[in-house]
């Protein structure tokens, strides 16, 4: 399987990375910085079974990052999860309506992450 962990935060990209490895599902695990930089890498690396997607970055936000990847008809079956600090009930609600498949709040826990791709991905 194939992961992209899309955060501005290094640290946290690292912390979703290892996490996902422990899980050895994953072959490929890709990162990017902000969602310009994840179109780029669905368009170069895609599909992916799933992407991990951070709320606030800069150059554009996880929210219209989803809404492009809900766009293309090539991303249909990749899962998106959000996994963010952002926790008002509109806008998880927002997400979820918009293609969200799931929604995982920071911090968490290695095995909340895995709980939430392992249900995200059906294994």
């Not at 992961?3 to 599902?25: C, P």
């Not at 090539?74 to 929604?103: F, L, P, R, S």
Request: with cysteine; charged share 30%; aromatic share 6%.
């Amino acid at each position: 399987m194939k992961a992209l962990v899309v955060d501005d935060s290094k640290s946290m990209r690292n912390i979703v990375r290892a996490g996902l490895k422990q899980m050895e599902h994953f072959e490929q695990i890709t990162e990017a910085v902000d969602g310009v930089d994840a179109l780029k890498k669905l368009n170069e690396n895609g599909p992916f079974d799933i992407v991990l997607l951070d709320w606030y970055m800069p150059n554009m936000e996880g929210f219209d990052c989803l809404l492009e990847i809900r766009k293309k008809a090539e991303w249909n079956d990749t899962k998106v999860m959000m996994v963010t600090t952002e926790n008002q009930q509109e806008n998880v609600i927002k997400a979820v309506m918009a293609g969200a498949n799931e929604y995982l709040m920071k911090p968490f826990t290695p095995e909340m992450l895995e709980e939430k791709v392992r249900m995200v991905l059906e294994l």
